[in-house]
């Protein structure tokens, strides 16, 4: 058997060998699935073990996206822009056995919680960047205000946590320990009334456990340009994209045709009423678009304004949900689409902007939004209901003290669509996260779970049902901060074709009365009193103290029709799909 790799095999003059370019889309993901498994094996944290709040990816040598497998929609879109900023900041510079690190929102990073690494693949022979692997992890607390690092009150980037731009943690080899301390630790605590990293040798694990997932990529792309050479790889990773091109130009011929018309738009609103806005203009003849968000509200004080990065995740994710194909979601899906974001808006928000809830849930409600305009699909949940509680911070003298912080992100009812109902009590859109296990829950942190389960009524009614949203109530056995970042507390999921909209989320605190705090009535022997705190809010939980959360429910598609909820025959069964029935899938087969 000859030893020659397949890089003989040429493309045929009609283009791509239709074989080989499922082949190389396959094993591009299988690279990032890989990359995905050894980064969920080797990491310690509920966030990243449990929740699989982690995506790993494959890039181009001029920073694209290639491959990734089915991770968080919300990472994939914006590691090309932390990429391409790496990339520009060193120009060139970068040697074997260089890790790069960072989080900016102003670097490509999504919000400070989540940590990109970044490793370049460099040829063996020529020594040149032939790709990129790359991770990202979101991690339970960065220092800041809050415990968790996602402050419902933040009103700028510093009291969201450490802010890295570019840090070389791996420098010919060498892991820079020293230096992530003093980025992690020490720099974020000089920002008054904030923290550094409550946990960093949980952090420093983790980060270590994503250069090792990076590295696992470097071995398996290695082992593909070994079997089929350089020239090759790279001629069929561009056919990927093009395939990508060429499938969105398609999606946008075919809905400008079903619309009657090349201008689509729509509009929907934040709970503090900040509208995004949206118009869409499609040229018919060469499949193009361009979507402008004109109109959208200004950067607001809070943390709801959302990088530019994020923007185009939500965008990207939408075109590759809209398209009926197996395909990567790679670049090629943005090539046909001219986004533009007007300036000084909560999407192009300012430097020093707090933007920790932009990427949650102001990207909820971009894709509800670009949804809504090409008429896809009703409202879902719009929020990831992010809850965070935790102890530790600065002692009585300022300096940094160990503790820990826990985030977790809450399910709901996902939005109807011309021939199927919304989906009961699941992460939505962009998010694509899961849960931690109660038991794991329990046994790590000083919490009891009274309640977990889907909230009956909370469904859009209509032709097609909404999904029902879920209550979750956590009972806190020790005193500690507890925060909730939430959306869709005042505004309603919108259905869709006169479907009826899903219900408000709200969140409770089921507080015990104490003598101590002044509200112990023994008169009317009152033991508890119930506080709705908002959509956004941080409380200092007493002992026995819960938080009962009531997630939003997803809109309905079409006027009821006097049927029965979720007696419709015609309508296919729901089937266990995405990332998560996908993963177990994998491993199950192992």
Same mark, same amino acid.
């Given at each position: 058997m000859s030893d020659t790799p397949v890089s003989r095999i040429k493309t045929p003059s009609n283009g791509p060998d239709p074989i080989l370019l499922t082949l190389f889309a396959n094993r591009f993901m299988s690279v990032a699935e890989a990359m995905g498994r050894s980064l969920q094996q080797t990491s310690i944290s509920t966030n990243i073990k449990e929740r699989l709040d982690f995506s790993c990816a494959l890039f181009a040598p001029d920073g694209d996206l290639v491959a990734n497998a089915p991770f968080i929609p919300i990472h994939l879109g914006s590691m090309s822009f932390a990429v391409k900023y790496q990339m520009n900041l060193y120009k060139g510079t970068l040697k074997e056995g260089d890790v790069l690190m960072t989080n900016s929102p102003h670097a490509g990073g999504s919000h400070l919680p989540d940590i990109t690494i970044i490793t370049p693949v460099f040829d063996s022979k020529t020594k040149e960047i032939i790709f990129f692997t790359a991770s990202r992890g979101h991690h339970a607390d960065i220092g800041g205000i809050l415990p968790g690092s996602m402050p419902p009150t933040s009103v700028n980037i510093f009291e969201e946590g450490a802010e890295i731009v570019s840090f070389k943690i791996v420098n010919g080899g060498v892991f820079d320990r020293d230096g992530l301390i003093d980025y992690m630790v020490d720099k974020p605590s000089q920002y008054p009334g904030s923290s550094g990293c409550r946990n960093i040798r949980d952090v420093e694990s983790d980060l270590k456990a994503q250069i090792a997932a990076n590295h696992k990529g470097i071995q398996l792309i290695h082992a593909i340009v070994d079997d089929y050479g350089l020239e090759t790889v790279q001629e069929y990773m561009y056919h990927i994209r093009n395939n990508a091109e060429m499938s969105v130009r398609n999606l946008l011929k075919d809905v400008a045709k079903r619309a009657g018309s090349n201008v689509l738009s729509a509009i929907d609103y934040l709970d503090d009423g900040s509208p995004i806005q949206l118009k869409v203009e499609i040229d018919e003849t060469k499949g193009s678009a361009i979507l402008d968000f004109e109109g959208t509200g200004c950067e607001v004080r809070g943390n709801l304004n959302s990088p530019i990065s994020v923007v185009h995740s939500a965008v990207i994710y939408c075109m590759r949900a809209m398209l009926d194909l197996d395909i990567p979601l790679n670049a090629g899906c943005l090539v046909p689409l001219d986004i533009r974001i007007p300036k000084k808006s909560l999407l192009a928000p300012s430097r020093t902007a707090a933007v920790c809830g932009g990427n949650v849930l102001t990207s909820q409600r971009i894709v509800d939004v670009v949804l809504k305009a090409f008429h896809a699909a009703a409202a879902s949940?719009?929020?990831? %209901?992010?809850?965070?509680?935790?102890?530790?911070?600065?002692?009585?003298?300022?300096?940094? &003290? +160990?503790? #820990?912080?826990?985030?977790?992100?809450?399910?709901?009812?996902?939005? +109807?669509? !011309?021939? #199927?109902?919304?989906?009961?009590?699941?992460?939505?859109?962009?998010? $694509?996260?899961? &849960?931690?296990?109660?038991? &794991? /829950?329990?046994?790590?942190?000083?919490?009891?779970?009274?309640?977990?389960? /889907? *909230?009956?009524?909370?469904?859009?009614?209509?032709?097609?049902?909404?999904?029902? @949203?879920?209550?979750?109530? &956590?009972?806190?056995?020790?005193?500690?901060?507890?925060?909730?970042?939430?959306? *869709?507390?005042?505004?309603?999921?919108?259905?869709?074709?006169?479907?009826? !909209?899903?219900? /408000?989320? =709200? $969140?409770? #605190?089921?507080?015990?009365?104490?003598?101590?705090?002044?509200?112990?009535?023994?008169?009317?022997?009152? *033991?508890? =009193?119930?506080? %709705?705190?908002?959509?956004?809010?941080?409380?200092?939980?007493?002992?026995?103290?819960?938080?009962?959360?009531?997630?939003?429910?997803?809109?309905? #598609? @079409?006027?009821?029709?006097?049927?029965?909820?979720?007696?419709?025959?015609?309508?296919?069964?729901?089937? !266990?799909?995405?990332?998560?029935?996908? =993963?177990?899938?994998?491993?199950?087969?192992?």
């Open positions: 949940q719009g929020c990831t %209901n992010n809850l965070t509680f935790g102890a530790g911070g600065k002692d009585k003298d300022g300096k940094s &003290i +160990a503790g #820990w912080g826990y985030y977790e992100t809450i399910a709901g009812g996902s939005g +109807a669509g !011309p021939t #199927w109902h919304g989906t009961d009590g699941v992460h939505t859109h962009i998010t $694509n996260t899961r &849960i931690g296990d109660v038991e &794991i /829950l329990e046994r790590r942190y000083p919490v009891m779970l009274h309640q977990f389960g /889907l *909230r009956s009524g909370s469904a859009g009614e209509g032709k097609f049902h909404g999904g029902e @949203g879920v209550i979750r109530s &956590i009972e806190f056995m020790e005193p500690m901060q507890v925060s909730i970042l939430s959306e *869709r507390r005042t505004r309603q999921p919108y259905g869709m074709e006169g479907g009826g !909209p899903g219900a /408000l989320g =709200r $969140n409770t #605190w089921i507080k015990q009365c104490r003598a101590e705090d002044g509200d112990l009535d023994e008169k009317t022997e009152l *033991r508890e =009193r119930s506080i %709705n705190i908002g959509g956004k809010a941080t409380v200092w939980m007493g002992k026995g103290d819960r938080l009962l959360i009531e997630t939003p429910g997803g809109g309905a #598609w @079409g006027a009821p029709e006097g049927t029965t909820k979720g007696l419709h025959d015609h309508v296919k069964a729901w089937e !266990p799909r995405g990332s998560i029935a996908e =993963r177990a899938a994998a491993q199950a087969a192992f």
